[in-house]
């Protein structure tokens, strides 16, 4: 221990300062980030479009008029079902290592992850927004209908609005958990935070101070994202916090932990117990 | 009665569940006027909300037509979303939209649907929101309203619209009952005004006052059909008596 305390600054130097290695973490820093982010624009996108053909069969489907509308949005429903299916049924370091040495052999490996982490996380992003489709009110599609509202503007002024405010948070936790999942990158050779010390270990021979270094930027990295996810949670309650009456709500509970699983659950809020 | 020209007129509506198993709606005739005041009583079960809900198309009838304005909104070739333009409804549970302002609630959709001008559209909406005693809310959102509050808002959002006619589903069932009479005040205004409406409740005082004819239903049918005098002063079927029995 008092050892590795004596060494520390020395090693400290031969990780970091010497040759410049430091350029590999802010290299890697920069290309999670940047997976991240884009992976996440890609991610939404995908998740609402698939979103919107799931909610639209469930509610509708079975009372719509037989015709091509209701073939073709089937069709598209069961599309939808195998992506999901298929995604959230399979690793996704499996699914990195298919799509960079099987579809997009030579081609950029930017491009390549981001399509790879986007795909994977519309999946996810789909069933958020969709429990948030599924969580507002009947009613308020009704009173849409009821005053001249197409189907689509209902979504479009009414439903969405109401769904993205209540799933926010957890489409937030979303980001985190993808954050975290792009270090499996390394695998397929692209340079992101958790390949750069790799990198430098492999230069150096020497493992805890790189790796545990990594371990503390992503920590922190979390901690933020999480502390802002929680502001943004706290934001949402205090909008709602003035209701009067005790009439029962449907809402989502969400959660903040950075963990995939289970983000949004719906419960039936008590508006006085708020 | 105030009777003008026919402007609802249902021919054997049906509504079945489970093919056939469950009749809500079970052959219903007949017909609304502008200018009337129709009110639906019965039972609960006994199919009235699911009257009202098939009469702009909320609910599909499985059998039978409607013709709303000479048009038979029943045929699929039929536009609904114009002619629900022209019936306003009111729901039990208010169905105000949350995320917008009182204000927001009554003028979004005139502005997107009859693409009127905002600045026209909120003219009206705050002089209609003065009529009903809320101008200062305007700016409000629902959570911040009373129930009663709620459904007074949600009538004149509905009148936004400039409907021919409204469509109340039990508009007072759900609120405190202090709040009951500030509601129904509102929609005596409406009738008085000439509004045509059909309103499906369990407030009796407002059958008997306000309303032109009353409409018993049980079982999915129309049992008695009548003014209120006759309704409530001399029922003639047994099922009516009963259920006047009880809740009078």
Known sequence: MIEFFRRFPERFYTAFIQDDRWRYMVEGLGNTLLVTFLSLLIGVALGIVVALIRASWDKNGEQMRPGP???????????????????????????LIIVFFVIFVNQSKLTAGVLTFGINSGAYVAEIIRAGIMSIDPGQNEAGRSLGFGY???????????AFKNVLPALANEFIVLLKETSVLGFVGYTDLNRASQIIVSRTYYALIPYFAIAIIYLLMVIFFTYLVGKLEKRLRVSDAHAQGGEKKIGLRLTAEPMRGPTAVIVEVDDENR | MRTGEVLIRTEGLE?????????????????????????????????????????NLLEVPTGGHIFFEGTDITDPQTDINVHRQKMGMVFQHFNLFPHMTILGNMTIAPIKVLKRPKEEAE??????????????????????????????????????????????????????????????????????????????????????????????????????????????????????????????
Not at chain 2, 192 to 213: I, K, L, Q
Request: overall charge neutral; proline content about 4%.
């Open chain 2, 123 to 248: 003219k009206q909406a705050r002089e209609l929101l003065e009529r009903v005693g809320l101008l200062e809310r305007a700016d409000a959102y629902p959570s911040q309203l009373s129930g009663g509050q709620k459904q007074r808002i949600a009538i004149v959002r509905a009148l936004c619209m400039n409907p021919d006619v409204m469509l109340f589903d039990e508009p007072t069932s759900a609120l405190d009952p202090e709040m009951v009479g500030e509601v129904l005040d509102v929609m005596k205004q409406l009738a008085r005004d000439g509004m045509t409406m059909v309103v499906v409740t369990h407030e009796m005082g407002f059958a008997h006052e306000v309303g032109d004819r009353v409409i018993f239903m049980d079982e999915g049918k129309i049992v008695e059909e009548n003014t209120p005098d006759e309704i409530f002063e001399h029922p003639k079927s047994e099922r009516l008596k009963g259920f006047l029995a009880k809740v009078l």
């Open chain 1, 152 to 162: 689509v503007s209902t979504m479009r002024f009414i439903i969405l609005p109401q």
């Open chain 1, 69 to 95: 509308g209701r073939f073709f949005l089937r069709l598209a429903n069961g599309i939808c079902k195998v992506y999901l299916t298929v995604i959230r049924g399979t690793p996704v370091v499996v699914q």
């Open chain 2, 15 to 55: 509504k079945h569940f489970n093919g056939g198993e469950i009749r809500a709606l079970d052959g219903i005739d007949t017909k609304i006027c502008s200018g009337e005041v129709v009110v639906v009583v019965g039972p609960s079960g006994s199919g009235k909300s699911t009257f009202l809900r098939c009469l």
